[in-house]
């Protein structure tokens, strides 16, 4: 194991890190708020430690990235940047423990957007434009900013590539990695950009617009205001909002194909039929059973519907509604949407569409053989005929999130905590999703949960995030065994 790679690659990310911090500063400068020196030093420590580690392991720049390498440098960048991350809630007062401050961090890199923060709009501005942008960073990726950037991984930047984002690297877009980084972030931040403009013409400040982009964009759903989305009780932003994060949810080399002439490439997508076709159904299902039950007027039905399920089945996590008022019918609707998840290679969590649908086709076809057991069989993709290497793999994910989830919720109950809070709070961690039902459902927070609970979950975000195997696969002995 190469520890001087290892080093110079965390340093490479805590620097971008620390030079994201800026922003926030600039924001406190500009409201003539006091958080300006914890900022300040937070941003000092980052880019020091950034920097220090960057000199003194400058020799390892350029050195082949081995497989093994990439799962440890991918695991412990995230480790790292939450870590710094929390600086700026302790040296702005923020939050008054470690613990809180790293889940916060946490879950904004994670994109989770699960939060232990009580009274949000007493936060100083530029504290919580710090914990939208740690969502906007995280979202597409800090290996895969400094792949766009920095043209410095030689031959290993494929290996980081798959580590960090393994759901899109079967489909490069360029030839080489670096120019397929800087595509997929041109867009993401063309994305931002449009959701800025039209959440201010929805009539939020430029202040509120910019962290809600960020938000949105990376599918995070941290909110500067309390009751979130709802707090503006606008319809233009409430549809504005589900559309930006319908398209946050959908894969981007999808969009990159688009933009270049390729129409049928993207519309044609078995994946984005699905996840389409799935939007729909869970929007018309839960909007009926808003005006059977709830007695709401139908605009307003299939609008509150649209915008939950858009955001749990992204994995944003921006409300309009407490849905633990709603019926039972439609919380497991609404349940079911963020283990599914959107699309993959898009900035969502959750199992991801694609693999749903190809666990749907393998049970059909498991089910046609028993009637046909000599028929021979194949699945599809795209026109692409599948692997038995590509459905283990999908098997043995899904097996393991799974697996994570339960050993999760089991540890969660031993630290007090009830069954549902428990177990929806895990899956709305691995997912990435943020809001959950009990203690911590979408009128209420992460605060309640004990010390001990956090750190499980803090766990589940990670491993989430990083799509299982990147994490899991650190705690097989075998691994660092020469």
């Known amino acids: 194991m190469n520890l001087r790679l290892i ?46 580690g960057f000199f003194l392991t400058k020799g390892a720049k350029g050195q082949e990235i081995r497989h093994r390498e990439a799962f ?6 995230w480790l790292a940047i939450a870590l710094f991350g929390s600086l700026p809630y302790l040296l702005t007062g923020g939050f008054s423990t470690f613990t809180e401050a790293y889940f916060e961090s946490m879950s904004g890199f994670t994109t989770t957007g699960a939060s232990v923060m009580t009274n949000i709009e007493k936060m100083p501005p530029g504290l919580l434009l710090w914990r939208s ?6 979202g597409m990726g800090i290996i895969l900013l400094a792949l766009a950037i920095l043209p410095l991984l030689g031959g290993g930047g494929m290996q980081l590539f798959k580590a960090e984002v393994p759901e899109i690297s079967v489909d490069k877009l360029k030839p080489r990695i670096i ?6 972030w041109l867009i993401y931040v063309g994305f931002t950009l449009s959701a800025t403009v039209v959440y201010s013409l929805g009539g939020m400040s430029l202040y509120d617009a910019l962290n809600h982009a ?58 984005f039929k699905f996840y389409t076709a799935t939007t729909v159904l869970m929007t018309l299902l839960i909007g009926v059973d808003l005006i059977i039950n709830n007695k709401t007027s139908l605009e307003e039905s299939l609008r509150l519907s649209f915008f939950q399920v858009t955001s749990l089945m992204t994995t944003t996590g921006f409300a309009t509604a407490d849905f633990e008022k709603w019926s039972f019918f ?20 959750g199992i991801k569409q694609v693999r749903i649908l190809l666990m749907l086709k ?9 009637i046909h057991p000599h028929a021979i069989t194949t699945l599809k993709l795209d026109n692409k005929f599948l692997t038995k290497e590509v459905l283990g793999s999908i098997w043995g994910f899904v097996f393991l999130f799974i697996m994570m989830c339960l050993v999760s919720t089991v540890g969660m109950t031993l630290c007090g905590v009830d069954l549902v ?22 009128a209420e927070n992460y605060s309640s949960i004990p010390t001990a609970g956090k750190w499980i979950l803090i766990f589940c975000m990670l491993a989430g995030r990083l799509e299982v195997y990147t994490v899991l696969i650190l705690l097989m002995p075998n691994f660092w065994k020469k």
Request: charged share 5%; with cysteine.
């Open 362 to 370: 393998q049970g059909y076809r498991e089910l046609y053989q028993l």
């Open 72 to 77: 440890v440098i991918v695991t412990m960048t």
């Open 421 to 442: 809070t428990s177990l929806t709070t895990v899956l709305s961690a691995a997912s990435n999703v943020g809001p959950a039902l009990g203690e911590a459902g979408p």
């Open 133 to 138: 942008l740690s969502q906007w960073i995280g």
């Open 214 to 271: 960020f938000a949105t964009m990376a599918t995070g759903g941290f909110s500067t205001k309390n009751a979130s989305i709802a707090h503006f009780n606008s319809p233009f932003i409430e549809y504005t909002s589900s559309l930006f994060m319908f398209l946050a949810g959908v894969n981007y080399s999808l969009y990159f194909h688009l933009l270049r002439g390729k129409h049928l490439s993207f519309f044609n997508n078995n994946e």
């Open 330 to 349: 439609s919380q497991s609707l609404l349940l079911v949407c963020m283990l599914f998840g959107a699309m993959i290679g898009s900035t969502a969590g």
């Open 179 to 184: 120019d397929t980084a800087k595509a997929l």
């Open 7 to 52: 080093v110079h690659m965390l340093s490479v990310a805590l620097v971008f890190v620390g030079f994201f911090m800026f922003l926030p500063i600039v924001v406190s400068l500009f409201y003539g708020r006091n958080e300006i020196l914890g900022l300040s030093i937070s941003m000092f420590i980052t880019l020091i430690a950034g920097l220090i």
